[in-house]
């Protein structure tokens, strides 16, 4: 089976016979794809006249570790919607499993859909469809020179984040930004006493939040002049990015883990004006328009 201009594809894009792999497809015109981003990066500052609508994400990730168990993790996100004409999509034959890949104006994507199986698999590509997220930037932009706008799907318009998401967007952007936590790190060293919040759930006596005392780092390693017989040589320093702080509270001394921290409430508590909770988000939804916010 060779590729195929989705718009060509009719209702049934067939991968593979014999094994009954197929990919259904909803009838129109156009695709309306969700491109995402890390919060922060420059992929979701990008503002471009062919975006439909910008909005706020938090991205749930699944992952499965050796032992076949698997765990979340969650990150914030910006992610922009992008009207792609179906002359504009090539659908690539590869057996995805809920995934089907595609190319767009030279860029490999995967579009994340619904699938099944029953006699054989079918894949079900929508009109309304995302591409796995933290494209390059440059991938971006060519994604968006092929976009149209004024269709009959737009206007573009996200659901809200749900009650209690905005706080946890603000928390894991601040938490993934290392500007804050070297921050609070250069306090501590000047001995500023700087203040660390922990999240829900973490306290220690009743108390969720105390003053730096000492940071700990993780391991670095450094490269030396190797030995004579070797190619290379490292030494480790603990010279790393932040891995715990150890906070007074009270007359005990606790280690509070990076993870463990409200890095949000964290940096309002020690007057940090960079980076503000959707600096970064926000900048790019005023640009396109005030777009509503929406949820993973």
């Known amino acids: 089976m060779e590729s195929k201009c ?19 497809i909803e009838p129109g015109e156009y695709l309306l794809v969700e491109v995402g981003s890390m919060a922060g990066t420059a992929a ?6 062919n975006i439909a609508t910008t909005a706020k994400r938090v991205y749930e990730f699944k992952w499965y570790r050796s032992n076949g168990s698997k765990h979340w993790t969650a990150r ?18 590869e057996k995805g499993y809920s995934y089907v890949k595609a190319e767009i104006n030279g860029v490999k994507v995967s579009f994340n859909v619904s699938g099944g199986g029953g006699e054989g698999w079918t894949d079900y590509l929508g009109t309304r469809t ?14 968006c020179e092929v976009a149209v706008r004024g269709t009959p799907l737009e206007p573009v318009t996200p659901e809200p984040l749900e009650p209690g998401q905005e706080d946890r967007w603000n928390q894991l952007f601040a938490g993934a930004t290392p500007d804050v936590k070297e921050a609070i790190a250069a ?29 700990h780092r993780r391991m670095k390693k450094i490269p030396v002049p190797p030995a004579p017989g070797y190619s290379a040589a490292w030494k480790c320093e603990y010279t790393g990015a932040p891995k715990d702080f150890v906070l007074k509270i009270g007359v005990y001394h606790v280690r509070v883990k990076v993870g463990q921290v409200d890095w949000h409430a964290t940096a309002q508590l020690n007057g940090l004006a960079a980076p503000t909770p959707a600096q970064v988000a926000d900048a790019a939804i005023n640009e396109m328009g005030g777009a509503t916010e929406e949820t993973a």
Request: glycine residues 6%; aromatic residues 4%; proline residues 6%.
């Open 187 to 215: 306090l501590a060293g000047e001995a500023k006493n700087p203040v660390v919040k922990m999240l829900p759930g973490y306290s220690h006596m009743g108390h969720d939040q105390g003053v730096v005392v000492s940071v």
């Open 6 to 24: 989705l718009s060509e594809c009719g209702k049934v894009f067939v991968i593979d016979s014999e094994d009954k792999y197929q990919v259904e």
């Open 44 to 49: 979701a500052k990008l503002t471009h006249p």
């Open 76 to 93: 914030a996100g910006v992610s922009h919607w992008l009207v792609i004409p179906r002359t504009a999509v090539t659908l690539i034959p």
């Open 130 to 143: 995302q591409i796995s997220v933290n494209h390059k930037l440059a991938d971006i932009r060519k994604l």
